[in-house]
């Protein structure tokens, strides 16, 4: 399973086999089954998260007990709560397998020396961070600015693939629109 992220690593960065076997050393690789969680509302957040296979969500909970879908985790994407890592603070978020997945943790202390001692893993996480940044502000602006058919369908495009993995409820949570506004889409752009 270290395979997968070896290569995903020194696809990005220059690493050499001694770096690599210093970052292989503090993986920690965890199974989840479909369901389970990874993180629960209301604890602190401690690991760097790198899917190997499978699906992972972030979410909340309101006060009305409606999910509010935050980030989809697939293949070679990483997942976690920055804020509760870095702030070491309670959680606003769940986080949990969509399906049985396979990833790898590694704790905070263990990243911070990574990025310490391994320049070119430093310059790969903070372009990671730099993108998750930009994609956050496409979301934002995705959000407040197009329709909810424009919504899907760039969805569809920004994710191919997930919306056949993800249950239908949790596109519309993510997309920020009721399920039944997600089937009359879908109906609808079957029928063009």
């Keep these: 399973m270290l395979s997968v992220f070896k290569k995903y690593i020194t696809e990005k960065a220059n690493i050499s086999e001694a770096d690599w076997e210093v970052i292989a050393s503090v993986c920690i690789i965890r199974k989840l089954r479909k369901q389970q969680f990874l993180l629960q509302q209301g604890e602190v957040w401690r690991h760097n998260v790198f899917v190997i296979e499978g699906c ?3 979410y909340s ?3 009305k007990g409606i999910e509010h879908v935050i980030q989809f985790s697939t293949e070679n994407w990483w997942a976690g ?4 890592l870095l702030n070491e603070t309670p959680s606003k978020y769940n986080i949990d397998a969509i399906e049985n997945s396979v990833i790898i943790l590694i704790r905070k202390e263990d990243f911070d020396m990574l990025c310490a001692k391994i320049p070119a ?9 730099q993108g998750g940044f930009n994609a956050s502000q496409e979301r934002i602006n995705t959000m407040i600015s197009m329709t909810a058919e424009q919504k899907y369908l760039n969805f569809l495009t920004t994710f191919p693939g997930l919306a056949n993995r993800v249950p239908r409820h949790m596109i519309a949570s993510y997309l920020g629109i009721t399920p039944e506004t997600l089937s009359r889409i879908k109906k609808q752009l079957m029928h063009k």
């Design 61 to 63: 909970v309101d006060d």
């Design 56 to 58: 992972l969500r972030r």
């Design 81 to 84: 709560d920055r804020q509760s």
């Design 121 to 129: 893993f430093n310059e790969l996480i903070n372009k990671i961070l």
